[in-house]
C-alpha cells in the first residue's frame, strides 16, 4: 500500500486551510452595513434578498394592522422596514 508522501500532504492540506479562511481585514463597510443587515433580516424570514423587490406590497387593511400590533398576520407575509410585503414563489429563498 502506497503512503502518502507527508511533505505534499501538509502542503496541500495548508492551501485547502489557507482557502477556507476569511480575509484578512475583511470587514463590513459602513455603506454596506445598512444593505447587509436588511439581506440577513430577509433571509431570516425566508426571503430571497436579491429578489425581495419584486413582492407585492400586502393589502391597506394589513398594514394598519401590523403598523398598529407589530406582528404579522401569518406566514404569507414578510417585512422590510416597517412594511409588510406578500410572499410569493418568486421571492422565496431556496
Not at 56 to 80: C, L, M, N, S, Y
Amino acid at each position: 500500500m502506497l503512503r502518502p508522501i507527508p511533505s505534499k500532504s501538509a502542503a496541500i492540506l495548508a492551501k485547502k486551510s489557507e482557502e477556507t479562511q476569511p480575509l484578512e481585514g475583511a470587514e463590513v463597510v459602513p455603506e454596506n452595513a445598512e444593505k447587509l443587515k436588511l439581506a440577513t433580516a430577509l433571509h431570516a424570514q425566508g426571503i430571497n434578498p436579491e429578489g425581495w423587490t419584486e413582492a407585492r406590497p400586502a393589502a391597506w387593511t394589513t398594514q394598519k394592522a401590523f403598523q398598529e400590533t407589530g406582528r404579522k398576520p401569518d406566514a404569507q407575509h414578510f417585512e422590510v422596514d416597517g412594511r409588510l410585503y406578500k410572499t410569493d414563489t418568486r421571492v422565496a429563498a431556496n
